[in-house]
C-alpha cells in the first residue's frame, strides 16, 4: 500500500496540468522544488513564496491547485499558515513537505487541513504523485509517514497490487522487458516499480530483491 486515500475526482489530464504554489523560507530549497518537479508529468510550478504574506498574494492573484508547504517556516508556522489557507482558500489543497517524519508533525498537519504529507528526502517521482493525488481531491501519505501514522506494516500492506504482481514475476526469473511485456506497460514503469519495491521493503539492491522475491512470493 503506497498511499492512503479517498478517491473522489478524476485524475488530472495532460491537459489540465496541476497547478502548484512551492512555499518555503529558503531560496535554494525552493530552487531545487522546482528543478525536481519540471519533469514530473501534469504539474506545473506557477509561483513560489518566501513567507506567509506573499504566499496569501500568490493565492490572490495567481490560479492555484496546490500549495507544497514547509512546516518550518520562519515568521509563522506551516501548521498555521496550512489552516488560513484551508479558510480563505478552500478550493486549494495543501501538501505538507517537511524534513520532520514524527506522527506528532504529521498528526498536526492533518489537524490543519492538510490533505497530505511528504518527507523531503522522498524522491521526486514521490513529491509528483503525492502533488497529483491531492489535486484529484485524495489524501496521500508517502511511505516514510504513512509508516509512522500506521506503524509496523506487512510486506503485503506495503505494497500496491501491481507491485505485488511484478515481484511474483520476478520471482519466476523474469527481466523487466519481459514484465513490462506480460503486464501491457513500459520498462521505465517497470523499473519505477521495482525502485520503489526496494525503498519500500528497505531492500539494499537488485540481488536483495530477487533473493526477497524468490523466497517470499506474495499474493
Not at 9 to 35: K, S
Not at 101 to 116: V, W
Request: some cysteine; hydrophobic content about 45%.
Amino acid at each position: 500500500m503506497e498511499t492512503m486515500n479517498v478517491p473522489t475526482t478524476a485524475e488530472p489530464t495532460a491537459a489540465t496540468a496541476v497547478r502548484v504554489l512551492c512555499v518555503d523560507d529558503h531560496p535554494l530549497v525552493l530552487e531545487g522544488l522546482r528543478a525536481r518537479l519540471a519533469d514530473e508529468p501534469q504539474i506545473e510550478v506557477v509561483g513560489e513564496a518566501t513567507d506567509a504574506p506573499t504566499v496569501l498574494q500568490r493565492l490572490d492573484t495567481l490560479a492555484v491547485d496546490v500549495v507544497l508547504l514547509d512546516i518550518g517556516m520562519r515568521d509563522i508556522s506551516g501548521i498555521e499558515l496550512a489552516q488560513i489557507i484551508r479558510h480563505r482558500y478552500p478550493r486549494v489543497q495543501v501538501l505538507m513537505l517537511s524534513m520532520y517524519d514524527t506522527k506528532e508533525h504529521i498528526d498536526a498537519a492533518i489537524a490543519a487541513g492538510a490533505r497530505g504529507y511528504v518527507v523531503k528526502d522522498e524522491p521526486a517521482w514521490q513529491i509528483g504523485m503525492a502533488v497529483r493525488a491531492v489535486a484529484s481531491g485524495r489524501s496521500y501519505y508517502s511511505p516514510t509517514a504513512a509508516d509512522r501514522l500506521l506503524g509496523p506494516r506487512s510486506p503485503e500492506q506495503m505494497l500496491s497490487r501491481r507491485e505485488v504482481d511484478i515481484l511474483n514475476l520476478l520471482a519466476k526469473g523474469m527481466s523487466s522487458k519481459g514484465i513490462a511485456n506480460d503486464l501491457g506497460i513500459s520498462v521505465r514503469t517497470v523499473e519505477t516499480h521495482r525502485m520503489s519495491i526496494r525503498r519500500k521493503l528497505n531492500l539494499g539492491g537488485q540481488a536483495e530483491l530477487i533473493k526477497f522475491a524468490v523466497e517470499r512470493v506474495l499474493r
